[in-house]
């Protein structure tokens, strides 16, 4: 299993100031814990709670409808084309990223098992859309249109331009290359869907886009370029069960959610940095900054008091960031919690040769990249403590689809114990609807009139555009 490793934020190792006296305070929550543990299990089937999520990795239906389609589509494309935002591209991105092995898209067909290349366009610049456009060849492009509320101007608009192009390209047979992910009641997507006859797969009601990467959001591209999505479910299942145990002593994602809460209400680190040291892992960084973002950002509680909760995630990546960002998190505010992601074995391992007698580098050779990149983990961990930094530190055995169907269950679970530390909805996400609303608007999208004519008042009086 994952570990999690918590000592370098209790005031014995960092002191009084900026630790936390965290037997104290482990036995302190231990009933509200177990309470927040207990309403999340028995909550996860109850219509509205929007905890489906927590039933992914049971998902049989799913799993045997996404295999047989992914089977039947075999051999037949070179590239797979995502088109999403947010939380429908985010978790799909960061686990292929992680699990294909890196620069996947750069080997020939045989080294990719004669699987296809992946693309996940989740944002809409158009000058990146058209480079991506440019080198697709689009009858050997299977397309898959995914958003949950059916009609998000950006998918939309992508998938827009898409269609026409095939359609130009393809004729009538453009339909057999196009895949919609979506939900089965509402949504334009839907509707294009059924009137264009796509393949369609259904996202379960109560579960959120951030929280969907193991429903068929993700797990459909996953099988389509070969990764074993039973063995991500089986990850699931199991860190499911660890997950379910109440009591803290032995709940990794309840001791982070504790340990975050309390080093921002207590001890003001109001920034989560997440630094993997893996630059395959990298995405997942991105994937955990929307989620902690998007999940625990909010101005209300559920007593409709305003609150303003949620830390700042920050992403940083091992040893990248050690050349840049880690001056501020030794000798800058000290505001942070950082989380540090390793590895335990590397799928590789890098001799470095033995070829200079120099003295200030010959200390290198005969040594491998892997020990002078765990070297270089530790001490960054070692100046943190000098500096009272608070720090914990995340390590999985290896990168494998099972430890990363674990890691990032235990990381939603760790968001939905926080939300309920925090006391607000940590499903919802109103000030993303606001923005949205306000696209709509500004792009003269039916029944938005009114704020379309406030929103322009506004833009020219107040930001003189
Ligand atoms: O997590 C979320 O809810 C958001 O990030 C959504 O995933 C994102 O806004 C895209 O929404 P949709 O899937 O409805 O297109």
């Not at 960061?94 to 990719?112: D, F, H, M, S, V």
Request: hydrophobic residues 35%; aromatic residues 10%; proline residues 3%.
């Amino acid at each position: 299993m994952i570990e999690l490793n918590y000592r370098n934020i209790t005031k014995e190792v960092i002191g009084e100031e900026n630790g936390l006296d965290l037997s104290k305070e482990f036995k302190d929550y231990k009933d509200t814990i177990k309470k927040i543990i207990t309403d999340l299990n028995s909550n996860k089937d109850k219509p509205g709670q929007n905890l489906q999520w927590m039933n992914s990795g049971y998902n049989e239906e799913t799993i045997w409808y996404v295999k047989e389609y992914a089977a039947m589509v075999e051999n037949r494309f070179d590239n797979i084309l995502i088109l999403g935002m947010g939380g429908s591209a985010l978790g799909g991105k960061a686990l292929c990223e992680a699990i294909l092995p890196p620069y996947w898209n750069y080997l020939t067909k045989e080294q990719r098992n004669n699987y296809p290349r992946i693309f996940f366009l989740d944002n809409i610049d158009p000058d990146q859309m058209n480079a991506l456009l440019s080198i697709l060849d689009l009858k050997k492009t299977l397309v898959n249109v995914i958003t949950k509320s059916g009609s998000t101007a950006e998918v939309m608009a992508q998938y827009m331009i898409l269609k026409d192009k095939m359609e130009k390209e393809l004729g009538d047979d453009y339909r057999k290359n196009v895949i919609a992910t979506t939900d089965k009641n509402i949504g334009i997507l839907k509707q294009l869907s059924d009137q264009e006859g796509y393949k369609t797969f259904y996202i379960p009601d109560d579960i959120g886009g951030r929280f969907s990467v193991f429903s068929a959001v993700g797990l459909l591209p996953f099988a389509l370029v070969g990764i074993d999505i039973e063995e991500i479910t089986q990850g699931v299942k199991d860190m499911d069960l660890e997950l379910k145990n109440t009591n803290i002593e032995s709940n990794i994602a309840a001791q982070n959610a504790l340990i975050h809460f309390l080093m921002d209400v207590k001890k003001g680190k109001k920034i989560s940095v997440m630094m993997p040291y893996s630059n395959r892992l990298r995405y997942i960084a991105d994937w955990y900054c929307q989620l902690w973002a998007e999940s625990l950002g909010k101005e209300k509680d559920k007593n409709n008091n305003t609150v303003n909760t949620g830390q700042t995630p920050v992403k940083a990546i091992g040893v990248t960031d050690q050349h840049s960002q880690i001056q501020l998190y030794n000798e800058g505010p000290n505001d942070k919690i950082i989380n540090f992601l390793r590895i335990k074995e590397f799928d590789t391992k890098l001799e470095i040769p033995n070829i200079f007698e120099y003295t200030g580098i010959s200390y290198l050779c005969g040594k491998s990249i892997n020990q002078l990149f765990n070297a270089e983990a530790d001490s960054t961990m070692a100046s943190l403590i000098d500096y009272k930094r608070p720090n914990v530190t995340i390590t999985i055995p290896k990168i494998s689809a099972y430890y990363l169907g674990q890691l990032l269950y235990m990381f939603e679970v760790q968001t939905a114990i926080t939300g309920a530390l925090y006391n607000i909805d940590p499903f919802d996400q109103p000030g993303v609807e606001q923005s949205k609303n306000y696209t709509y608007a500004l792009m003269g999208r039916i029944g938005y009139e009114d704020s379309a004519n406030e929103l322009k008042e506004k833009l020219l009086t107040e930001i003189n555009i």
